[in-house]
Each structure stands twice: as C-alpha cells, then as structure tokens.
C-alpha cells in the first residue's frame, strides 16, 4: 500500500468509495433513511474536487485500487476519512490519519460518525459535543472532537 497525495483524478473513484462505505460499515449505526440521506450517491463531482484540492488530500492505493481516503484543512479540520468496507481494520485509517495530522500546526478537529467515534478516541481525540445532523428532514447524530496539540 502507497499513500499520496490526490490528483483530480481519483475523484469519481473517491466518491464511489464514500458511497459504499457508509453504506456497509456504518450500516450498523445508522439506519437505511440516514444512510441514504448522508450518501446519496449524487457527489457533485466538481464541488468535490475543488474542495479535495484546496484541503491537504490524500489516498491510500493497494495496486490499483484506491482503499482509502482522508483531507485536512489549514483549519485543522479533519473532513473525511474513510475506508473502503474490504479494507477495513488492516491499519490504513490509522496510516492516513498520522499523515493529516501531519500536516498542519496546531489542533485538529472533526465531526465523527458514531461509527468512527471509538477510532478517534484511541488516538487521543476528546468529544467537545454530540450534534444532530439535519439533512433532508432527517437526523445523523455525530460527535465533535479535537485533539489537542
């Protein structure tokens, strides 16, 4: 596995693989009305990339498959993370998440799923607030947490 940076390129890809993860492994978190309504599988593939490319993006690559994915902002905002569902517990979170963090000064924040809360407390992260989520007229519950540095 080889992680870089993204190139726009990878953004279809990248979407797809948000699509499917939140679809099986936060599954058991959420129900099929939340899962739908977080990742709909309508990416705005422009909106996404530009964002991609302005935050400090990068993939994790196992031969040619893109397995994982993670941005940070100059913030220290900790946008997505995420791995695909065949992929998951083999250490390529962990291994992105040391790079984001990285690669900014200061604290790091993010708004994690009730599936990713558990991860980002073994790496020292403090939950600030639990927030509901609106989207749709539908309610995701996640978790603002920050590590301090």
Known sequence: MIIREYQSTDC????????????????????????????????DLKKWNQSLQKHFSIVAVDVDIIVGFGDVDKTGYLDHLYVHSEYQGKGIATAICNRLE??????????????????????????????????????LTNFVMTKER
Do not use: C, M
């Open 102 to 139: 990285l690669a900014v000064q200061g604290n790091i924040v993010t708004h994690a799923s009730v599936t990713a809360k558990p991860f980002f407390e073994k790496r020292g992260y403090k939950v600030i607030k639990e927030q509901q989520v609106e989207r749709q007229g539908i309610f």
């Open 12 to 43: 279809k890809e990248l979407a797809e693989l948000f699509y499917n993860t939140v679809h099986t492994v936060n599954a058991k978190d959420y129900t099929n009305e939340q899962l739908g309504v977080w990742a709909t599988g309508q990416v």
